[in-house]
């Protein structure tokens, strides 16, 4: 028995173990996804593959590190492996897999002969081969046009790596030296993690690292049942709509019911509609880290978690839906289901606990990406998420640009950064002031951000959700205005094209991409918002003359903004047809 | 004679130095808010210095940092290239706390309404692609008049390429609104990325008016007193600058305090032969640790003004020297979560109530009550014996971290001790080995209240060479102080690929810089022949962002230097990184600093007294695995000099004490300050 204040120390050194992992291939890696987005997480297992700490830059890698080194495990008997071993797995179907983007790097820890813990990571890398530059595209019909597939495979032989595999991916892809660069930040950053994992065991000891283990999972359950039993009990349900597939304009349906009980979080996705035809399925990986990410944002959003954390939570979904895709379904825009999934959650657990949860927010990542050549001859792919309005909460109104729920520790490109690293003049970066999100909290404003191409061509591919559905008002609140991209060719008043999803639409020198987030969703009826706030809006900017008198109830005197008239009417829902727009 | 002042929240610290006879002298008094020269001035009354002889007078104070958090600056303005007012409240729209979906961002210091947009616009190359029109910064002036606006900042896109728009609109608004205190981004950072650089102009116009009045005040102060016009800032690159220069920058010393204490580190390596540094600071809600290497601490312009997990905070592109600092000071409040496990800080109970120790009403367990409870801190001899602590409290809110673990009240503070050491060492080893240095090579420098009480344990954890605590490690910020250089760092982005790159433009770049960086310094009176520089660039493999900061040789720059550069950077980025690439490489940021060295006196030799007179007392101690010891204890002041002692020992003094371990052994030198080593041990 090893004393409980060291066991603390080594718990609290493991988790320092996965976060220096963490900032090590951030801060070495060679795509902006990563080193910008933060689209990678860093985690140390026991030897099952179950998860002791834990970094992330974003929430949607919540505990489902484990899947992949648990794919491992089933392939490789730990008595196979040796000490410098890597593997590396991006199946999204079975082995903890989102979309082959993201790959996962797997190395045992062994200490004197003993399998300790493994150090994993997972990255999104820019380029892994496929039909289009990038990866992911919003038109792709089967896994096989998505990039190379990496199905738990051997990446290093006892420290040596195997030089066959690497000209394979450098065969395969269209930007191998970032690829391969990011490849092995992302080796340098298991060796790290490996590193830390033998200091602690020659410091404590073997037994007090494995018991320090042990019990760490055992009390993170612990933690989580007593946060559970704050939660409101009850079923709450929520339905919702998702705009297309990309590929025809069928909207997609989406439900769940969460029943909260004394001992478990149960979330039943049964009645969503089947896996479709285009990539925005997401697979079982994803479904997990949703659940994960609500629970955690209801009970206690800022403790380091490990896998004892989500003893609670349940997960029902048949198979071959489309939060459950099966092989060979397309899989390359996963995010925007999975965002749909957090978001339903949300919006049924929105009426219990206000105080966690803001109203609907722009919800999609906003997928960019810009393909082409620059004038010296070399590839260039900027690839980036948006941010975008977030809604009012009970106490608050919404954040005027902010990252999405699927994005998090994640910086917007600068402009001055973009126009250096791309042929691209950036014309404005400003909020969105389309009239939406109204109500006695309003919802924060979108973005609105102009991309001039100055190449002579290049391709532009958006994933752009809620560019039919906007995000939601609560208690009376508006709702939000659209995401979507518009295109304009010199000469023309007029955009050219009004969309979400656009696949690899060819812009030419001089043609403008005007990339527009939507804004949150409202609280509470526009009328009970105090008229010193309103004038201070409409000083602002954020809403207009016209908005005061005809949601708000307030007409100001457009020279000094004092108020001349003031009509509300508190038993009257607001009209907000005017976010049909959303431009 | 050389003075120093920090003005910290509750007390002001004097240090000075009288250079013909190396003495070393204090003197403390209660801060004065809104008058911040009374509490100076009395400082200077205590020391009974003669303010005409100050051939030296140097000052870091809060206020920078005060104004900024208990937001009391000025009625800011901002003006910025047309579309891209937002990008001040838009920021980086990054969500730190990834799990809070109730987060709030960092509110801007200017409101939309005073973020006016003007036409114009520069390439990322520099060039002009739409002249400034001057209409329209007349046209905001109106505005700003109307407004009642008393500070503007100006940040134009790709400025730091070339601020001809920016200095173009600062002429015309000094000539038609003389009386707005003024910034312009290029004045403060020549680095890219807008949002930092737009919120450095901002937040030092928003203070500009608040420093003026205040050094303003302070230096007729002191003139009054008749101390010649010598008067320096504190700045967070640890140099100084004049209080000219620190009026019109004021953002440059938002962490004047704790760097000053980094500067003094750098002294005591230099006095005592060490130039590998690891400086350890504990105050009373946090511990702050910083690296030195080959004498020169680090310096980053990634500072944010509070930041923490949960938080965004207000980036500022001002050259700061790199300190980590954790929530673990003697303040900080142990805890049991509802798991039941157990966790040290970040919540402090600060000076009031304070640790419950201090009697005056502290209901949760700290640090400080720990180190009392096994016999660390002398109770009655607490500052001095100014304030007795009271056991009995301590022992009231130990009790029940006693009761969850069924352990003894000693056991239980143990336990405080180590989690509080162990979260220590993580900082530390975040400045040394995780950035691929070898703590072996390093000298730790403990210092602040708490310093010289903790490292000694941390030292035998993570293996560095000794321990020194210099003298008064209480007021060590002012000392440090004392011996800074006054400084001036330029930094400035163009991104260059060093295969494709000509050496001349190299050379141009540091050169242009050095003349710019050196004017500077001659501007607040050093002559040139003590002006010394040093130069270094941000590099990274080609598709990389971040940067790994690379020395680069004095002297010219040939084709045979950039090969070496590009050696110095694989070596540098395999040190971090444990890997190197064969990839292009590029430079990306250049950085000058210039130096304008100042004649330090010798510090006076302290004259040692005999171990018998330093002995006072005998106690049991707890320590860590070795359990309870009868230890000696000694009086600082009247150690010998140059005497081995062997642990265990506490060696008290009224503002610090210093642990050593059984297995240690220590030396008072000839400067007064503590050497602590490992024993030999037996062969």
């Not at chain 1, 939406?436 to 752009?464: S, W």
């Not at chain 2, 007078?57 to 900024?68: D, E, K, M, Q």
């Not at chain 2, 400034?132 to 109106?142: G, I, M, W, Y």
């Not at chain 2, 050593?660 to 602590?676: C, N």
Request: aromatic share 8%.
């Amino acid at each position: 028995m090893t004393d409980p204040f060291t066991l603390e120390i080594i718990r609290e050194q493991l988790i320092a173990a996965a976060e220096e992992s963490f900032i090590a291939l951030g801060r070495s890696s060679q795509s902006p996804i990563i080193y910008e987005v933060l689209d990678y997480a860093c985690a140390i297992t026991d030897h099952n593959g179950d998860i002791i700490a834990q970094a992330n830059g974003v929430p949607g890698f919540l505990g489902t590190l484990t899947f992949a080194v648990k794919a491992i495990l089933e392939k490789f008997p730990p008595e196979e492996m040796v000490p410098g071993d890597v593997f590396m797995n991006n199946d999204p179907y079975r082995g903890g897999g989102n979309h082959l983007s993201d790959v996962a790097l797997i190395a045992p820890i062994f200490y004197e002969g003993t399998l300790v813990a493994f150090a994993v990571n997972k990255a999104h890398w820019t380029e892994v081969g496929g039909m289009a530059a990038g990866s992911w595209t919003t038109d792709s019909t089967e896994i096989y046009q998505e990039g190379l597939q990496f199905p738990a495979i051997r990446l290093y032989e006892g420290g040596r790596i195997i030089p066959s595999l690497v000209d394979l991916i450098a065969a395969n892809v269209r930007t191998p030296e970032a690829t391969l660069g990011d490849m092995f930040a992302g080796v340098a950053s298991l060796r790290r993690a490996e590193k830390r994992v033998m200091e602690i065991c020659r410091q404590y000891g073997l037994a007090a690292v494995q018991e320090s283990i042990r019990t760490g999972l055992d009390q993170g359950e612990i933690l989580a049942r007593k946060a559970l039993a704050a939660l409101p009990k009850g079923e709450y349900f929520a339905e919702e709509w998702m705009d297309d597939d990309g590929l025809t304009d069928t909207p997609v349906y989406v439900c769940v019911k969460v029943t909260i009980s004394d001992d478990e979080f149960i979330a039943d996705f049964t009645g969503s509609s089947p896996q479709v035809p285009g990539p925005i399925n997401c697979t079982r990986t994803r479904l997990q880290s949703a659940c994960r990410t609500i629970f955690k944002a209801i009970t206690d959003p800022s403790t380091p978690v490990n896998d004892g954390w989500f003893r609670p939570v349940k997960i029902i979904c048949p198979e071959g839906t489309v939060f459950t895709a099966q092989r060979p379904a397309p899989v390359s825009t996963y995010w925007e289901t999975g965002a749909y999934a957090v978001d339903l959650l949300w919006q049924a657990l929105f009426p219990v606990l206000p105080d966690r949860l803001t109203a609907g927010h722009h919800l999609s990542v906003c997928g960019t990406l810009i393909a082409g050549f620059n004038e010296e001859g070399e590839r260039f792919i900027l690839v980036e998420p948006q941010a975008g309005g977030w809604g009012a909460g009970a106490t608050k109104d919404g954040e005027n640009g902010l990252v999405p729920v699927g994005d998090g520790e994640t910086y917007v490109i600068p402009v001055e950064v973009c126009e250096t690293r791309y042929p691209i003049l950036v014309e404005q970066y400003s909020f969105n002031e389309t009239s939406a999100g109204h109500g006695r909290y309003r919802g924060g404003l979108g973005l609105i951000r102009d991309y001039r191409l100055l190449a002579e061509e290049a391709q532009l591919t958006t994933t752009f959700g809620r560019h039919k559905y906007p995000p939601w008002g609560a208690n009376g609140g508006g709702h939000g205005s659209l995401n979507g991209v518009e295109v304009f060719t010199p000469g023309r008043e007029e955009p050219v094209l009004w969309k979400g999803k656009i696949a690899r639409y060819v812009l030419k020198k001089g043609d403008l991409a005007r990339l527009i987030t939507a804004v949150g969703g409202g609280y509470g009826h526009p009328h009970q918002r105090p008229v010193e706030e309103v004038i201070a809006d409409v000083k602002n900017g954020y809403v207009s003359l016209q908005t005061a008198v005809e949601i708000y109830g307030v007409e100001l005197d457009p020279a000094t903004l004092t108020p001349l008239n003031i009509r509300r009417q508190f038993d009257v829902p607001v009209e907000s047809d005017v976010s049909g727009s959303g431009r | 004679m050389r003075v120093a002042s920090d003005i910290g929240g509750t007390f002001t610290d004097l240090a000075y130095l009288d250079e013909e006879t190396g003495a070393v002298g204090f003197a403390k008094a209660s801060t004065t808010p809104g008058h911040l020269a009374d509490g100076v001035l009395a400082t200077l009354d205590r020391a009974r210095l003669s303010a005409d002889k100050t051939r030296f007078f140097v000052h870091g104070s809060t206020v920078v940092i005060n104004a900024l958090t208990e937001r009391k600056g000025a009625r800011t303005a901002l003006l910025t290239t047309k579309g891209f007012r937002d990008v001040l409240e838009i920021g980086r729209a990054n969500r730190p706390d990834i799990y809070n979906l109730y987060y709030t961002k960092p509110k801007p210091f200017v409101p939309r309404y005073l973020r006016l947009e003007i036409r114009e616009r520069m390439n990322y190359r520099g060039q002009v692609l739409e002249p400034l029109k001057e209409e329209d910064v007349l046209a905001a002036l109106e505005i700003y008049r109307r407004e009642g606006v008393e500070a503007v900042a100006v940040c134009f896109l790709h400025a730091y390429a070339n601020p001809a728009h920016e200095k173009r609109c600062l002429e015309i608004i000094r000539q038609h609104a003389p009386e707005l205190a003024l910034s312009a981004s290029h004045e403060l950072s020549r680095e890219w990325r807008e949002y930092e650089r737009t919120n450095t102009a901002v937040l030092n116009s928003y203070v500009k008016p608040t420093v003026e009045h205040y050094l303003t005040e302070l230096e007729e102060r002191l003139r009054a007193q008749g101390m010649p016009p010598v008067y320096h800032v504190m700045q967070s690159n640890g140099g100084t600058a004049t209080f000219a220069r620190g009026k019109a920058a004021p953002i440059y010393a938002v962490e004047s305090g704790p760097v000053a204490g980094v500067i003094g580190a750098v002294q005591v390596g230099r006095l005592i032969g060490e130039e590998n540094l690891i400086t350890f600071d504990v105050g009373g809600t946090t511990a702050k640790t910083s690296l030195v290497k080959g004498g020169q601490p680090r310096i980053t312009t990634e500072y944010k003004i509070g930041w923490n997990r949960g938080y965004a905070g207000y980036p500022i592109l001002a050259p700061t020297i790199d300190i980590v600092e954790i929530g673990a000071g003697g303040g900080s409040i142990a805890w049991i979560d509802e798991a039941g496990s157990l966790h040290i800080g970040p919540q402090s109970a600060g000076a009031d109530p304070g640790p419950a120790c201090y009697g005056k009403g502290g209901d949760h367990p700290t640090v400080t009550d720990a180190n009392v409870m096994v016999g660390r801190l002398n109770p009655d001899y607490f500052l001095g014996g100014e304030i007795a602590l009271d056991l009995e409290q301590t022992c009231r809110v130990l009790a029940p971290i006693a009761y969850r673990f069924r352990c003894t009240l000693e056991e239980a503070a143990m336990g405080i001790i180590r989690l509080a050491d162990a979260s220590m060492i993580n900082a530390i080893q975040l400045v040394s080995v995780r950035r691929g240095h070898d703590p072996r090579d390093f000298v730790l420098i403990a210092f602040g209240g708490g310093g010289a009480m903790h490292a000694p344990a941390l030292a035998r954890k993570l293996r560095v060479k000794k321990v020194v605590v210099p003298t008064e490690p209480g007021v060590f910020s002012a000392w440090g102080m004392l011996m800074a250089d006054l400084r001036q760092d330029l930094i400035r982005t163009a991104i260059r690929r060093t295969d494709r790159m000509e050496p001349e433009e190299l050379a141009t770049f540091f050169q242009d810089m050095e003349t710019q960086a050196g004017e500077a310094l001659m501007a607040q009176g050093v002559a040139p022949e003590r002006i010394y520089f040093r130069r270094h660039a941000d590099m990274r493999y080609k598709g990389q962002e971040h940067t790994v900061k690379v020395p680069i040789p004095d002297g010219p720059l040939t084709a045979v230097t950039l090969r070496e550069i590009e050696k110095r950077f694989h070596d540098l980025h395999h040190q971090a990184y444990t890997f190197r690439l064969d990839a292009p490489i590029e430079l990306v940021n250049y950085h000058v600093t210039a130096f304008g060295a100042v004649d330090k006196a010798e510090i006076g030799r302290v004259r040692g007294g005999s171990l018998a007179q330093a002995h006072k007392d005998r106690r049991g101690v707890y320590f860590d695995d070795f359990g309870l010891c009868q230890t000696d204890i000694y009086e600082r002041e009247l150690l010998p000099v140059g005497t081995p002692i062997s642990g265990p020992a506490v060696v008290e003094e009224p503002t610090s004490t210093t642990v050593i371990f059984p297995d240690q052994v220590f030396t008072r030198d000839e400067y007064g300050f503590l050497h602590i080593e490992m024993q030999e041990s037996p062969a």
